[in-house]
């Protein structure tokens, strides 16, 4: 198993540019999420999905949108980036709301 | 005041020390703890659940006091390879058809010499 895979490793954007992190997990896990981390700072959840078809706000949305499809997939979509959203992104994944969270090896994004 | 509060750190310890590390939460409605390792650059792990009871895994100890809202994480006989910032994390709540909301500490840096 792969895990949770991430592309683009690295990206840079200028403002008002638009981009779709992938995101994409093979253990047939019906929980994923969108985290960002900033320095210094504690990972804040973007968005969640409980399963295909099904997504919710976390406690930073604005600026983000998803989509999940598919189980397999969660990409995040930046519209109109701007340099607030310079972060490392990482996706995750867990079979259960209370089970351990697999998270993959992060998105550096940088707003310019 | 943060929902979960970590000294950022870095402890610098020699090998073979032991060390220990503590976490403050504030929502006295947590219900799930934990104990994640991150290496610089590098995605969280889970290195440990947190119970109630107390519980260990090898060099590594965890404990919970839920009267003060504190966590713990002891390593006995520290290894270079357990440099890493550690990171306290804490679940609220279980909603039925959504994700309950884990809480990331900004994370302890530990760094081991020779």
């Known amino acids: 198993n792969a895990g949770v895979t991430q592309t683009p490793k690295f990206r840079i954007l200028k403002i008002g540019q638009s981009m779709t992190l992938q995101c994409t997990q093979d253990?047939?896990?019906?929980?994923m999420y969108w985290y960002r981390q900033d320095p210094g700072m504690g990972l804040k959840l973007i968005y969640y999905?409980?399963?295909?078809?099904?997504?919710d706000k976390g406690e930073v949305p604005n600026g983000y949108n998803v989509s999940r499809s598919t189980t397999e997939d969660f990409p995040l979509r930046l519209e109109l980036a701007a340099p607030s959203q310079t972060s490392v992104y990482f996706c995750a994944s867990s079979y259960r709301d209370s089970q351990e969270e697999y998270f993959g090896p992060g998105t550096r994004l940088t707003v310019t | 005041r943060k929902e979960v509060e970590q000294d950022p750190g870095p402890f610098n310890v020699p090998e073979g020390a032991t060390v220990a590390f503590n976490c403050t939460y504030s929502n006295s409605a947590s219900q799930s703890f934990f104990w994640y390792r991150q290496d610089c650059r590098k995605e969280p792990k889970l290195l440990m659940s947190?119970?109630?009871s107390g519980n260990e895994d090898g060099r590594f100890t965890a404990q919970l006091n839920r009267a003060s809202q504190y966590i713990s994480l002891l390593i006995r006989d520290s290894k270079l390879s357990d440099s890493a910032t550690y990171l306290c994390?804490?679940?609220?709540?279980?909603?039925?058809?959504?994700?309950?909301?884990?809480?990331f500490g900004t994370g302890t840096r530990l760094q081991v010499t020779l």
């Open positions: 999905s409980v399963g295909a078809g099904i997504t």
């Open positions: 253990m047939n896990h019906n929980y």
């Open positions: 947190v119970y109630s």
């Open positions: 994390v804490v679940r609220r709540g279980i909603n039925t058809g959504t994700a309950s909301k884990l809480t």
